[in-house]
C-alpha cells in the first residue's frame, strides 16, 4: 500500500524548512548569499559562550592556552633581562668610561669561547635546551652581575663605615661569595619554577572555551603525575618531585637498579647542574672582567697621561695594571667563576634526583655553601702576595678544577657506552 497523504506532504515540508533557501537565477538576476557561517567561527568566542562543534572529518581545534602562556612568560623575561642589560652596561660604562667599557668587552671576550666550548662539550651528555642555557648566561650577564654590583657597593660602603679595614676583608671574604652565588643560584630555580602553567586555558577539560587572557579565570591545577605518598615496602625510601617546582626533563631521578629500594642521580642530571651552573657563570664572569679590566685600562691611561705631562717617555709599561688583570682573570682563573657554581647546580640536581631525604635535603644548601666556601677562599688569596695566591692557586684550584675535569670526562664516556649499549639492543630485536 502506498503511504498516507499527509505523510509525504509533512515529510517534504520538514526536508524543505531544514534545507536552504535558494532563488532560480534567471539571466537578468543574481542569487544574493545568505550570512557566511565559516566567517562567523573566525571570531574568538566570549567565555559564556558554546564552542562551535568541529566539522566532520576536520582535525581537532589546536589549543592554543599553553601557547600564549608561554610567549607572555618568554616577553617577560626577555624584556627584565633587556632592562637588566641596560642597566649593567650603564654602571660599567660609569667606572670605566667609554674607551675604558670597549677595552674591557674585548678583552673579556678571549676566553668566552673556550668555556663555552667544553660546556657544550658537556652539554652532549646533558641535553639541556639552548633556550635555557641562553637563559642562564643572560641572567648571568645581566641580572646577576646588576644585583651583584649594586649590593656589594651599600655593603662594602656599610662594612667600612662601621669597621674600618676589617669591614674590606669581611666584605671581600664574606658578604661578596654570598651575594654573587645567591645571585647567580637564582637562575637555577627560576627555571623550576612554574611560571607557564598557570596561564593555561583549560577549555577542552572543563568543556567551555578559552577566554581572552585578560578575563581568563584562574584555571584549576593539573592533576599530578606522580603520587604524593608512593605505596610500597619501601615507600619512605623514596622521595617525590616537589609538587611546587616543574620537573626538567633532564633533572628526573633514573628508576632504581638491582632491586634496590633508592633512585639515583644519573651522569646526565649531574651534568646538567654542571651546564646551568657553569652557563650562569659564564656570563657573570664576562661582565665582571669587563668591568675589571676597563677600570684597570682607565687607571693605566691616566697614569700614562701624567707620566707625558711630567715629561717621561710612554711605554709598555704603563699597562702593567691592565696586563696583570688579564693575565690573572683570562689566563690563568677563566674556569674560576664556572666551578663555584657548578657546585650548586650539582647539589640541586642530586636535591631533586635522589631518593634519600637526607640526602635531599642537606645537597642543595651544602652546595652552595661549598660554592660560597670556595669563593671567598679565593677572595682572600688575592691579598696573601704573589706567594700567597700561587699556593692557594696550587693547593685549592688546581685540584677542584682536575676534579671536575674528570667528572666531566667519566660523564661522557659512560652517556657514550649507555647510548652503545642501547644501539647493539636495539639493533638485536630488529
Known sequence: MGSPAGGGSRATVQASADAPETVPRTGDTRTIPGPRRRRAHRLAPWAGAASPPPPSGAAA?????????????????????????????????????????????????????????ALAWLNLTARVPLRHTVFCLAWGACAATTVAIVANNWTARYLTSHQGPLGELLGAGIATPLIEETAKATALLVLLLPLGQRLRCHGRRTGRPCAPLLHRLPAPRLPRTYARRPAGPHARGRLRLRPYLRPLPYLRPAPPSGGGPHRRSR?????????????????????????????????????????????????????????????LRALLSPFAHPLFTALTGIGLAVAL?????????????????????????????ADLGTDGFLVVYGALMVPCFAALVCFAAWARSRASRHAARRGRRSAGVV
Open 61 to 117: 581545534p589546536r589549543r592554543r592556552g599553553h601557547s600564549v602562556a608561554v610567549s607572555s612568560v618568554t616577553a617577560t623575561a626577555v624584556l627584565t633581562l633587556a632592562g637588566c642589560g641596560v642597566l649593567i652596561l650603564h654602571l660599567v660604562q660609569r667606572q670605566t668610561g667609554t674607551v675604558g667599557l670597549l677595552v674591557g668587552v674585548g678583552l673579556a671576550m678571549v676566553p668566552l669561547p673556550f668555556v663555552l666550548g
Open 267 to 327: 651522569p646526565r642530571t649531574l651534568a646538567a647542574g654542571v651546564v646551568l651552573g657553569g652557563m650562569t657563570a659564564c656570563g657573570f664572569a664576562f661582565t665582571e672582567n669587563a668591568l675589571y679590566l676597563g677600570r684597570a685600562f682607565t687607571t693605566d691611561q691616566r697614569q700614562r697621561l701624567d707620566s707625558i705631562g711630567l715629561g717621561d717617555p710612554p711605554s709598555l709599561r704603563d699597562f702593567d695594571g691592565t696586563v696583570q688583570t688579564f693575565v
Open 353 to 381: 634526583t635522589t631518593g634519600r631525604r637526607w640526602l635531599a635535603r642537606l645537597a642543595a644548601p651544602t652546595g652552595l655553601l661549598l660554592a660560597m666556601a670556595l669563593h671567598g677562599t679565593w677572595n682572600a688569596a
